[in-house]
């Protein structure tokens, strides 16, 4: 889509370095370099709240044997 673009000068100059450095025409430089920047700005995580809540096992599982549970299911699963 054509587009008049006004760049600063400092930011003119950079892109015309990497063009020059790269190869790559001029547009695609900037085109690349917008892209980066956007998805820098779409990564980023909104805030969350949750509400904890005191937990514990159900009556009859003890904590310390769990791993003897795993490796229970694990035996059951691939058979070893």
Same mark, same amino acid.
């Given at each position: !889509? @054509?587009?008049?673009?006004?760049?600063? +000068?400092?930011?003119?100059?950079? %892109? =015309?370095?990497?063009?020059? #450095?790269?190869? !790559? @025409?001029?547009?695609?430089?900037?085109? +690349?370099?917008?892209?980066?920047? %956007? =998805?820098?700005?779409?990564? #980023?995580?909104?805030?969350?709240?949750?509400?904890?809540?005191?937990?514990?096992?159900?009556?009859?599982?003890?904590?310390?044997?769990?791993?003897?549970?795993?490796?229970?299911?694990?035996?059951?699963?691939?058979?070893?």
């Amino acid at each position: !889509m @054509p587009t008049t673009l006004t760049l600063d +000068e400092d930011v003119a100059d950079r %892109l =015309a370095r990497v063009a020059r #450095e790269t190869n !790559m @025409p001029f547009q695609v430089v900037v085109n +690349e370099t917008l892209r980066r920047g %956007l =998805a820098e700005q779409m990564t #980023e995580a909104a805030p969350f709240s949750y509400q904890p809540h005191v937990g514990g096992l159900l009556p009859g599982i003890d904590d310390r044997r769990l791993n003897e549970l795993a490796w229970q299911l694990d035996e059951e699963r691939f058979g070893r």
